[in-house]
């Protein structure tokens, strides 16, 4: 399998910040999800329990019905509630994780890469410099000979 998105693996930090922005953002997209897949469940039993309600003469079997759509519609409830915490938290924990590794990437990492580069850039110029030079004395040596 060969991925479209690169993975960072030079470095933990970035990944803690990578992995905590995917699991910040799956948890918002599963709290929409859960959100509206419920409301889905719920009004489809609510839709049949005012089909039901509607009848004049209920039967033992349409009251009984209608309690179960009751009972149903209270545990989808309740488990949207749960689900929602979780993903809540877990959007959390994902901003946290995403949060403390950019933060220790800027902190550890950064200065140093920063460091690295301003070296190369004076190396490229000494390099530059000292090529400027010699091509100087070529030309020197060059036109003396003449």
Same mark, same amino acid.
């Given at each position: 399998?060969?991925?479209?998105?690169?993975?960072?693996?030079?470095?933990?930090?970035?990944?803690?910040a990578?992995?905590?922005?995917?699991v910040?953002?799956a948890?918002?997209?599963a709290?929409?999800y859960?959100q509206n897949?419920t409301?889905?469940?719920?009004? $489809?039993?609510?839709? %049949?329990?005012?089909?039901? &309600?509607k009848l004049?003469k209920?039967?033992?079997?349409?009251l009984? =019905? #209608? !309690?179960?759509?009751e009972e149903l519609?209270?545990?989808?409830k309740?488990d949207?509630k749960?689900?929602?915490?979780?993903?809540?938290s877990?959007s959390?924990?994902?901003?946290f994780?995403?949060?403390?590794?950019f933060?220790?990437?800027?902190?550890?990492?950064q200065p140093?890469?920063?460091? $690295?580069?301003?070296? %190369?850039?004076?190396?490229l &110029?000494?390099?530059?410099?000292?090529?400027?030079?010699?091509?100087k =004395? #070529? !030309?020197?040596?060059?036109?003396?000979?003449?």
């Amino acid at each position: 399998m060969n991925p479209n998105i690169p993975i960072p693996t030079d470095n933990v930090h970035k990944f803690y910040a990578g992995f905590g922005l995917v699991v910040f953002i799956a948890s918002l997209i599963a709290t929409v999800y859960v959100q509206n897949s419920t409301n889905e469940k719920i009004m $489809k039993w609510f839709e %049949e329990s005012a089909k039901i &309600e509607k009848l004049e003469k209920k039967a033992e079997v349409d009251l009984a =019905q #209608l !309690q179960r759509i009751e009972e149903l519609i209270d545990i989808t409830k309740k488990d949207k509630k749960t689900f929602l915490y979780f993903l809540i938290s877990s959007s959390f924990f994902g901003l946290f994780v995403a949060g403390w590794g950019f933060q220790a990437w800027e902190k550890k990492i950064q200065p140093l890469i920063d460091k $690295k580069l301003e070296l %190369e850039l004076e190396l490229l &110029e000494l390099e530059i410099t000292s090529k400027k030079r010699s091509n100087k =004395q #070529l !030309q020197r040596t060059r036109f003396a000979r003449r």
